[in-house]
C-alpha cells in the first residue's frame, strides 16, 4: 500500500462550483501534510500545507486533515477555469531530513 | 527570473546511452532533490541532498547516479538509459529547516526524458 493514495481523477467541474479533493494515508505518525499544484509542463508549487489535524484556510481553499480517518482533503470554493491544474497531496517525513511524499496527483479541469 | 533551471528540457536518446541531466539554482538553498514523474505513479525520489558532502539515495535510485559540484549544482546521470526510464524528471530545492515547520520545496521547469 502506497504511504498516500490519491485518486487520479479526471475532475471537470464547472466554473464556480465547489470542488473536493480527496487523499487517504497509511502512517498515523506523519504529522505535516502539504498539497502542491502542478500546471500542465510546469514544476509542482506548494499551495498549502496542514500541521496534525484541523482546517486552515487561505482565500479560496480550506485544507483539512482528519487524523481519525486518515483523511486529507483540499476544498476549493468558487473554482476559476485557472484552477485547472494536477493537485499533488504530500506528507512530510517525520525524520529530521524532511523528506516530502507524494501522491500521484488529481487531475482537475474547471470548464467555463 | 526561473530560480530553479534545468537543461535540457527535452531529451531523446537510445538505449544504452549515458546522460546527463543537470540542475541549478539562484536560490541559496542547501537541500537539492531529483525527483521522476510517472503517470499513476506520482513523483518518486530518486536522491537528494543536504550539502555538499552529503548526498542520500531516495526510493528508486538504481540505474542513477548523482553529482553535488557546488552548493548550486545538482547534477542526475543514467549511465545507461533504458526505455523504462522514460519520465518526466524534476529537480527541487529547499532550505535548511530551522523549525518545525516543513521547508517548501522549489521546483524546477523539468526534463522530459524519451529512452528509445
Known amino acids: 500500500q502506497k504511504e498516500v493514495e490519491q485518486d487520479p481523477g479526471p475532475l471537470s467541474v464547472p466554473e464556480g462550483a465547489i470542488v473536493s479533493l480527496n487523499c487517504t494515508y497509511s502512517?498515523?505518525?506523519?504529522?505535516?501534510f502539504m498539497w502542491y499544484r502542478q500546471y500542465s509542463r510546469k514544476g509542482p508549487e506548494l499551495l498549502m500545507y496542514?500541521?496534525?489535524?484541523g482546517n486552515k484556510e487561505d482565500g479560496r481553499f480550506t485544507a483539512q486533515v482528519d487524523k481519525s480517518s486518515k483523511y486529507i482533503s483540499l476544498f476549493i470554493r468558487d473554482s476559476q477555469p485557472s484552477d485547472s491544474a494536477t493537485y499533488l497531496c504530500?506528507?512530510?517525513?517525520?525524520?529530521?531530513?524532511?523528506?516530502?511524499?507524494f501522491g500521484t496527483g488529481t487531475k482537475l479541469q474547471v470548464i467555463p | 527570473d526561473a530560480d530553479v533551471t534545468q537543461t535540457p528540457r527535452n531529451r531523446i536518446t537510445k538505449t544504452g546511452k549515458r546522460i546527463m541531466l543537470e540542475c541549478s539554482q539562484t536560490?541559496?538553498?542547501?537541500?537539492m532533490y531529483w525527483y521522476r514523474q510517472d503517470p499513476g505513479l506520482g513523483l518518486r525520489l530518486i536522491y537528494y541532498?543536504?550539502?555538499?558532502?552529503?548526498?542520500n539515495k531516495g526510493e528508486i535510485s538504481d540505474g542513477y547516479s548523482v553529482s553535488r559540484q557546488a552548493q548550486a549544482k545538482f547534477s542526475l546521470s543514467l549511465e545507461s538509459a533504458i526505455p523504462n526510464q522514460t519520465a518526466l524528471y524534476f529537480c527541487?530545492?529547499?532550505?535548511?529547516?530551522?523549525?518545525?515547520?516543513?521547508?517548501?520545496?522549489?521546483f524546477g521547469p523539468g526534463t522530459r526524458l524519451t529512452v528509445l
Open positions: 527541487a530545492t529547499s532550505d535548511t529547516g530551522t523549525s518545525g515547520d516543513p521547508n517548501e520545496q522549489f
Open positions: 541532498s543536504f550539502d555538499v558532502k552529503d548526498i
Open positions: 504530500a506528507r512530510l517525513d517525520s525524520g529530521g531530513y524532511q523528506k516530502v511524499t
Open positions: 536560490k541559496g538553498h542547501d537541500r
Open positions: 502512517n498515523s505518525a506523519f504529522q505535516y
Open positions: 496542514t500541521y496534525s489535524s
